[in-house]
């Protein structure tokens, strides 16, 4: 098939898919959800993402109707399933169904999964950025369905024809992205904000990270601010789906360009490292 939807046991065409309306995330975006890339049908870094996403179902009491390794096995026979190896793989637990009331429903979560042709590009090209400010609750921690102000930023990053939007605190702290976590390399210095309850503990974040200790390139897990992401000499995106991005223009000033040797250094690492995985 061309892509595939999942939901509780039943699969097929994303197109052929219903789900009932009385699933609470319908009403409440009552779930958590964790998505990656798929190449030659392999699943990049698939242990790393189902740690998280039980992990975050675990912070709401979300009761999975699957184990850990079921939810591998289920993946990686969907996968089999669609036309194409190169996927995104994106799969979600919400509180389960019933009639809208805002305590919990009893018993197992409802299990989706959906998959789309989908092909990584390896971050050559430099992108365009804008910053807003965060002003989102403060559970960025968690990956949940509650999505308003980053589709609100993406948008805003789309009507500026920019690849993403950086979320500023008060104050000028940088946090991370609409859907990604952003970096910077300062003096040599690898900068990338902690894993408070203001960020999502990115999966390519923790990657990039690696690759900085395997290259020798000093990490700092800091707060910057807005100002030090203008001066930076590189700045970094990385997610699931882009691995390592570099910007060349936030909020329509020239960032970066100034430590091309390091910047490269870590995209082409965290892109070979994907592609020796899914070989």
Known sequence: MKNLGYYNGKFGELEEMMVPMNDRVSWFGDGVYDAGPSRNYHIFALDEHIDRFFGNAAKLEIRMPVTKQEMKDLLNDLIRKVDTGELFVY???????????????????NLWVMMKPAVIKDGAEPVRLV????????????KTLNLIPSVMASEKAKRAGAKECIFVRPGGRVTECA???????????FRTAPTD?????????AHLIRACHALGIPVSETPFTQDELYAADEVLVSSSSNFCFWANEVDGRPVGGKDPENREKLRKYVYEEFIRATE
């Open 91 to 109: 799969y979600q637990v919400t509180r389960g169904t019933g009639i809208r009331d805002h305590v919990f429903t009893e018993g197992p979560g």
């Open 131 to 142: 910053t807003t400010e965060d002003t989102r609750f403060f559970h960025c921690d968690i």
């Open 179 to 189: 859907h990604s976590n952003v970096h910077i390399l300062k003096d040599g210095v």
């Open 197 to 205: 309850h203001l960020i999502l503990p990115g999966i390519a974040r």
